[in-house]
Structure formats: structure tokens, C-alpha cells
């Protein structure tokens, strides 16, 4: 067969997964309910790079603050380990089987970052867990309370340029294809999450941000459908904007702290979040939920930092947002009371440490420590 056959055979493999898919999103099982009853099984993966550094702060944190729901049984930590960059590479596996049939065992899940190679094929395994759990809403927020900015995106976390992203074709040395997909179901759910947050958070705008004059198709659809669910929402205003001036707008002290909840796909709400974390202190700051009907994930907001380790600084690492990241868990799981607790805390902690990333500063246990000394 030749290149080009089989370029042609690889994209008929794709589209008939890819409308198997989007037949899935719309046969969904209702979405799982928490109450402050339920008992929760919390997976607790390390992942590499700072991973384990900031995960033994925040598990120090979590003994103590968790201690009575511990102690009764109604949050169970599983701890899941196995998922390094070394091991899946070993095993040619962006997630390895053991540690996805862990993972499917608990309720929810707390990840240090994981390393993604660059280039290969290997897929990263945020992006093997998000499909796997169908985690479709990746929900970032962004508070700088001296400016009134009190932001949250809400991201497309499974479809988008990430979907197809280590199957695209190079058919010959001269050219190469990646593929965006959009489906009007897995826009729908995205764009009813973060509708449903305005409503129930009193926010009165949504900012739905594409490129849709230039993807046509893809954020053209994301778009109209994003309208489309706006119109169950009365009084809350649905904005189109593109994500260029978007991410000028962020920096743009005169008008950006008028913007409220953010619809995007993957890849402008992978991009622009980080910025947004940048601006509210760094990327060490933020927490990300990764949430889907039957699971969710919570995460750090940024990667697994190799060079802070390479460097033997990883003892300076941040893990202010992977204890953000908890705090949202809390809240997903409705612990709402521990999930302030803890916010109230980790203000407290970093008012008062200066965590610079690198020796001078302080260090993940000195904040661990301040941090538990707050809870007291
Ligand atoms: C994020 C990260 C991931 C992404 C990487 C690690 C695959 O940057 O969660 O934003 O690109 O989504
Ligand atoms: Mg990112």
C-alpha cells in the first residue's frame, strides 16, 4: 500500500472513532452525585519531576486536615504509584494498565504532574486519563482579590487539537497533519457546565472564546453551540471573543477584571490558563479540576518542572497548587467546610512565605509546615 493509501486508510480509522465517540458523549450515564455522607475513595498518584516532592506536602497536609474523616472512613486515600515517566516508557505505555485499573477503583483522584515526552508517539498521560475517564471539563480558576479579578475557565479537556493529537499523518517527509475535532455533543456538556456554574455563582457573563474566522468548522461549531446552550440561561450574557485578543485582554489592567467565566476549547484553555495563572502569582499557584460525570481529576495546573530536578532544586519546588487543586476536590466531593478551611490556610501560608522556585526562597516543606501550623 502506498504512503498515501495508507494516509487515506488512517483517516477512515479516525472519523468512524471519532463518530463512535461522539455517539458515546450523547448515550452518557447520569452524572454521579456527592453529598457529605458519601464515602470517597481519593487515588493519590505522585506522578515525576516535583511530583512526589509536592504530593508528600500536601498528603502531610491532608493527615491533618482530613484527620476525623480519616479516622471514620468516609475518605479513603489510595495511594497509586507506578505512573513515571520511566515506567511508561519501559512499558511503551502513556498510562499502564495496573495503574488505570487502580485509578478506575477510587472516586476521585490527585495527580502530581506527570512528564509528557515531546514529539514520538507516546501520548501524555493527562491526556490517556482524560479520555479514559472522560474527563471532559477542565476548570481553572484565577482570583487576584487587590484587582477584583475573580476568574474561571472552563476548558474542553477531550476533544479539540488533544483527541487526535499523537495520531495525526505524515504521508511523506514534506508534510505532515494534525486534526481539531468538535463535536456538538461534547460541546454541549462543556459549554452546560460552565453555564450552570454562572448560574448557580451568580456570574452574569460567559466569554466563549474561539478562532472561529479562521477554524471555521470546528470552533464555528463550538460557538454556535455554546449560544445555543446560553439561551437556557436568561440573564446571563453569552460574549464571543477570539482567543488573540483574549489573551492581550488578560493583560489588559483597564477592562480585564470585567470578565467572569470562560468557554473555550482544549487548546486556547490550555494556553490562556497559564497565563492567567502567571498573572495570579505564577503557575506554582494554581489548581485545575479535571471532571467528568462518573470521575475527576485534580491537578496541578502546570508540568513536572525536569529542570528544577536536573538542577537539584526540586526541594523548592511549589505545592501551593496541588493543595488548591485538594481544595477543589473537597468541594467536588461536597466538604465544602474543609475545602475553606484549607483556602483559608493556604492565603495565610503564602502571605507569608516567599516561594521563589529556587534556593533563597522557601521551601515545599516550610510552606507544608505553615500550612498545618494554620490548620492548628
Ligand atoms: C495542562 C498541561 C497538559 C495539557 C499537558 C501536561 C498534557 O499543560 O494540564 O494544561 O496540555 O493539557
Ligand atoms: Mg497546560
Excluded at 474566522?213 to 440573564?235: C, L, W
Excluded at 483574549?246 to 487548546?267: G, H
Excluded at 532544586?313 to 478551611?341: G, K, Q, V, Y
Excluded at 490556610?345 to 534556593?359: D, H, I, K, Q, Y
Amino acid at each position: 500500500m502506498s504512503a498515501y493509501e495508507e494516509a487515506l486508510n488512517h483517516f477512515k480509522q479516525l472519523l468512524d472513532a471519532q463518530l463512535a465517540r461522539a455517539e458515546r458523549i450523547k448515550n452518557a450515564a447520569p452524572a454521579k452525585r456527592y453529598s457529605a455522607e458519601t464515602p470517597v475513595t481519593v487515588g493519590l498518584i505522585p506522578g515525576d519531576g516535583i511530583g512526589p516532592v509536592i504530593m508528600d506536602e500536601t498528603k502531610r497536609v491532608i493527615d491533618v486536615l482530613l484527620k476525623d474523616e480519616l479516622a471514620a472512613g468516609t475518605i479513603m486515600l489510595k495511594p497509586i504509584d507506578g505512573l513515571t515517566i520511566e515506567r511508561r516508557l519501559a512499558l511503551n505505555q502513556p498510562v499502564p494498565a495496573d495503574v488505570l485499573t487502580a485509578v478506575k477503583a477510587c472516586d476521585v483522584l490527585l495527580k502530581g504532574p506527570t512528564t509528557t515526552p515531546k514529539g514520538g508517539t507516546m501520548e501524555s498521560a493527562n491526556v490517556t486519563l482524560r479520555r479514559e475517564l472522560d474527563l471532559y471539563a477542565n476548570i481553572r480558576p484565577v482570583q487576584i482579590p487587590a484587582e477584583g479579578i475573580d476568574w474561571i475557565f472552563y476548558r474542553e479537556n477531550t476533544e479539540g487539537e488533544y483527541v487526535l493529537g499523537s495520531q495525526g499523518i505524515q504521508p511523506t517527509e514534506d508534510l505532515a497533519m494534525d486534526f481539531k475535532v468538535t463535536t456538538d455533543a461534547g460541546t454541549r456538556r462543556i459549554a452546560r457546565a460552565a453555564f450552570e456554574y454562572a448560574k448557580a455563582n451568580g456570574k452574569t457573563n460567559v466569554a466563549i472564546v474561539t478562532k472561529a474566522n479562521i477554524m471555521k468548522k470546528t470552533d464555528g461549531m463550538f460557538s454556535r453551540i455554546a449560544h445555543e446552550v446560553a439561551q437556557d440561561y436568561p440573564g446571563i450574557e453569552a460574549e464571543d471573543w477570539y482567543i488573540d485578543i483574549m489573551a492581550a485582554n488578560l493583560v489588559n489592567p483597564a477592562i480585564r477584571s470585567k470578565f467572569q467565566v470562560f468557554l473555550l476549547p482544549n487548546l486556547y484553555g490550555d494556553i490562556i490558563t497559564d497565563e492567567a495563572a502567571q498573572l495570579q502569582g505564577g503557575v506554582g499557584t494554581a489548581g485545575s479540576a479535571n471532571a467528568g460525570d462518573q470521575y475527576a481529576m485534580f491537578e496541578a495546573i502546570h508540568g513536572s518542572a525536569p529542570r528544577m530536578v536536573e538542577q537539584g532544586i526540586a526541594a523548592w519546588a511549589n505545592p501551593e497548587s496541588l493543595l488548591r487543586a485538594l481544595a477543589m476536590l473537597l468541594r467536588h466531593i461536597a466538604r465544602p467546610a474543609s475545602a475553606e478551611r484549607l483556602e483559608k490556610a493556604l492565603n495565610a501560608a503564602s502571605a507569608r512565605l516567599r516561594m521563589t522556585g529556587e534556593p533563597g526562597g522557601n521551601t515545599a516543606k516550610d510552606f507544608g509546615d505553615a500550612v498545618i501550623e494554620e490548620l492548628a
